[in-house]
């Protein structure tokens, strides 16, 4: 009996405390919405069956749900993440019973390391989930990563933005580099700008497969 109780009062404790998390949790965030957009262009041709008002697929009904956070969501127990945003589509035409797609964007950084940004992307019509990945540090580094999660190709499209000073040279002041490369099309590409002291002229060199040129702005 003593034990039996012990685990009532357990999982009484347990529910109480994911409540208050839950509450916490929930103050950190703002919401925009739900927003529904109907269409009535087609009611009035259709006044004559009064069974279509009742029909809500020629509403064409769409809506959006959006919601932010408004500080890092989980200090304690993720104190990396910083941010956390999220829109949910309905779109009755795509979809009946469930959100046409699903957004998130989620932020983390760490001093010294810089930024990375995580935003997956679900359509529930389509079942295709796709996640873009950037990681950035300042200026001088820049790397985003397409990707779809899916059983053919993980990876769709690669490039980075990568910026050096070059100090002690009367011409360049610094030069950027930008590789990249398009899985879908197999197609690599690589940039070269050379930018100087004034910062109004530069040099780019734009390699491709097919097509590569030299600009000078």
């Not at 087609?42 to 069974?51: F, K, P, R, V, Y």
């Not at 390391?113 to 873009?132: A, E």
Request: net charge positive.
């Amino acid at each position: 009996m003593v034990l039996r109780g012990n685990k009532k009062m357990t999982k009484l404790a347990l529910s109480i405390w994911f409540l208050v998390w839950l509450d916490s949790c929930m103050a950190r965030f703002s919401m925009s919405g739900p927003v529904l957009t109907v269409t009535l262009k087609d009611l009035e041709a259709n006044s004559g069956d009064s069974s279509k008002w009742l029909d809500i697929s020629t509403l064409r009904p769409v809506g959006h749900l959006s919601f932010q956070s408004s500080s890092p969501p989980l200090p304690k127990w993720a104190y990396a993440l910083k941010s956390v945003r999220g829109n949910i589509q309905y779109n009755h035409a795509e979809c009946v019973t469930a959100p046409s797609a699903i957004e998130l964007d989620f932020r983390f950084a760490k001093e010294g390391l810089g930024d990375l940004q995580i935003q997956p992307l679900y359509n529930f019509r389509k079942r295709t989930t796709n996640c873009v990945l950037q990681a950035t540090k300042g200026n001088s580094i820049n790397i985003v990563a397409r990707l779809s999660l899916g059983p053919k190709r993980l990876v769709d499209a690669i490039k980075g933005n990568f910026m050096f000073d070059i100090p002690g040279s009367m011409s360049l002041s610094a030069l950027k580099v930008s590789p990249g490369i398009n899985f879908l099309r197999n197609t690599p590409s690589l940039t070269l700008e050379g930018i100087t002291g004034s910062g109004r002229t530069k040099a780019v060199l734009n390699l491709q497969t097919n097509d590569s040129t030299v600009t000078v702005v």
